[in-house]
């Protein structure tokens, strides 16, 4: 038996793969997801198939003097309500996947083995945390290891993909999408959400660019409204060219279909556009610290993508996309160092750490 703890984020798709590679090693692995109350995650998680109870927590890092003792109140009955959750369900092991709704657990659960996965190259403040609670440590790459001092068991085992993104052939992509041969394929994404500032950068050179290319456009929803306007008054010719939609369930079709891919730098990058042998643009998310450009360094040092800054990006967005789309050899040269990062049997490495914590026995 086996409890997941974690929040939104960066870590419920890979925690998700790593539940779809226990149950095809082990066929029956008895799972319960321990979430925070409301998260956003819990609708994924029920989509799944697989048990959601929810709990008290809060941060306490960075937040007002006003705010601080209403959010460890929540944190000290989130002890108390994971003690209750861990007598009832009686876990062989624990698999944290990062967020403060994680702490509770951890603390209530000191001698239960576990497993933490660290989606980003460099952990925020919470997995930190959780760090000194886990018997193992998986990383997406052994940069990770630099920033855990403990004396822990860290293992690199690559970021853990959904299955399902497997199923998506480069040409079974483009019949998906009514994709041509003609042009080469970028793909716009910034998440569920969106990327204000890409998307915004993208229209205010739309024209141009769809003279060069095809783009598959993943606005999220926030600036919808806006881009669905300008695609509707796009000239007929052009139009054709430009595959816009707020949001994507068949994700793996999109990577599958493109020849590039514009997008922040979130810990999905280290894993899925390596899986798609995807050069990249990467436009770090500017307002946070600085996780996701550390991932963009990892990619850019290693000549798999190309970093814009944020500020930058109406002045130098369309002569940088220019440049890669019509350069192929650019393009496969940068594929082919993005392949070489891929370890597509992740979910099933962090799955064996697990297996191997509770002495190999059906969770």
């Not at 789309?325 to 594929?335: Q, V, Y």
Request: proline share 6%; with cysteine.
């Amino acid at each position: 038996m086996l409890i997941c703890a974690g929040g939104t984020g960066g870590g419920v798709y890979p925690a998700l793969a790593v539940h779809e590679a226990l149950i095809a090693q082990h066929k029956t692995t008895d799972v319960l997801w321990v979430g925070g109350e409301g998260g956003m995650e819990e609708e994924l998680v029920k989509r799944a198939g697989i048990p959601y109870r929810s709990i008290s927590a809060a941060g306490v890092h960075g937040v007002g003097l006003r705010a601080l003792p209403g959010n460890v109140s929540k944190l000290t009955r989130g002890v108390i309500e994971s003690r209750r959750i861990l007598r009832e369900f009686k876990p062989d092991a624990l698999f944290f996947t990062g967020g403060y709704v994680a702490a509770p657990m951890a603390v209530a659960s000191r001698k239960i083995p576990t497993v933490l996965f660290v989606p980003d190259i460099e952990p925020g403040l919470a997995l930190k945390f959780l760090s000194y609670f886990s018997d193992v440590i998986t990383v997406t790459t052994s940069d990770s290891n630099r920033y855990f001092r403990r004396a822990s068991r860290i293992v690199p085992t690559g970021y853990p993909l959904r299955a399902d993104l497997s199923n998506w052939s480069r040409e079974k992509a483009t019949q998906r999408f009514g994709l041509s041969s003609g042009k080469p394929v970028l793909l716009v994404t910034g998440g569920s959400k969106g990327a204000r500032s890409i998307n915004m950068a993208i229209l205010n050179c739309l024209n141009e660019l769809l003279q060069i290319a095809q783009v598959i456009h993943i606005t999220g929803t926030l600036d919808w409204p806006v881009v669905e306007k300008a695609m509707q008054e796009l000239p007929a010719d052009l139009k054709e060219n430009y595959h816009a939609m707020p949001y994507s369930h068949e994700m793996g079709a999109a990577l599958a279909a493109a020849d590039l891919v514009l997008s922040r730098s979130g810990a999905s990058s280290l894993g899925e556009y390596p899986f798609f042998e995807l050069p990249a643009v990467l436009v770090p998310y500017p307002y946070a610290w600085r996780y996701q450009k550390v991932n963009a360094d990892y990619l850019v040092s290693r000549k798999a993508a190309i970093l814009l800054q944020d500020e930058l990006l109406n002045d130098t967005l369309l002569s940088v996309l220019k440049d890669v789309l019509g350069d192929r050899t650019k393009r496969k040269e940068m594929g082919a160092a993005m392949k070489s990062l891929s370890r597509p049997n992740a979910a099933e490495r962090i799955a064996s750490q697990l297996l191997e914590l509770a002495g190999d026995r059906p969770l």
